[in-house]
């Protein structure tokens, strides 16, 4: 059965202070992994698409890295405004455009 | 339009009845997708649209959930007979290709 975890649950980052996010799957034909943020009341922002393992993208802050078994989502020098819960999906087999999600980690950030 | 635009934003319903959420795509978007988000948890898939027909409803709970679009545009998610463990939040994504779904807000619904 398709499966996807992500570590940890929750984080509290100081300023400043760079980590990484996991993602581990196990799926049938991964076609695409995604990265999104989900702010408190609101629906997730779309950050990253990746596609095959040694794959990487950056955006500001974020940087997210594609293995055959897991993605990592680094934040470097993170700021207030990064406090977010952070998701992970896939697309897999012949789902065409269905996301299987994990459950998330939520990123605080404290000046 | 610029977004995905769903609406209500904020439901409240009385255990036992329907109700009706809706959702408004991306303009041009084909694919359009509903999920649910309970309290702390991850997103389910629920319902795959590409154009009006649905080529894959694997993730609807129960036959008191359904969902219907019209043409490429807005869709409706049906809740028949409201029970409480149908508290969520109920998000629309919608995409032009198979990559890149776009979220809404997504609608609160509360089954008291």
């Known amino acids: 059965e398709d499966q996807v975890t992500q570590s940890p649950e929750a984080l509290r980052l100081q300023e400043g202070e760079s980590s990484s996010l996991n993602c581990s799957y196990t799926?049938?034909?991964?076609?695409?992994l995604f990265w999104y943020r989900q702010d408190p009341g609101k629906g997730p922002e779309f950050l990253f698409t990746?596609?095959?393992a040694g794959e990487e993208k950056e955006k500001e802050r974020l940087k997210a890295t594609l293995t055959k078994k897991e993605s990592f989502l680094h934040i470097t020098a993170p700021k207030p405004e990064d406090s977010a819960t952070y998701l992970c999906?896939?697309?897999?087999?012949?789902?065409?455009?269905?996301?299987?999600f994990g459950a998330g980690t939520q990123v605080v950030v404290t000046p | 339009g610029a977004g995905v635009s769903q609406s209500p934003s904020n439901k409240v319903t009385e255990k036992g009845k329907d109700v009706e959420l809706r959702c408004d795509p991306i303009?041009?978007?084909?694919?359009l997708y509903w999920y649910r988000q309970r309290l702390g948890q991850g997103l389910e898939f629920l319902i795959y649209?590409?154009?009006?027909?649905?080529?894959?409803k694997s993730g609807l709970p129960s036959d008191r959930f359904s969902a219907e679009r019209t043409g490429e545009s807005v869709s409706t998610l049906t809740i028949q007979r409201t029970q409480q463990e149908d508290s969520a939040v109920y998000l629309c994504?919608?995409?032009?290709?198979?990559?890149?779904?776009?979220f809404g807000s997504g609608t609160r619904l509360t089954v008291v």
């Open positions: 994504a919608s995409s032009l290709g198979a990559f890149g779904n776009r």
């Open positions: 799926v049938s034909g991964l076609r695409g």
């Open positions: 990746l596609y095959s």
């Open positions: 999906a896939v697309q897999a087999g012949d789902s065409w455009g269905k996301l299987q």
């Open positions: 303009s041009g978007h084909t694919a």
């Open positions: 649209f590409q154009g009006n027909s649905a080529p894959d």
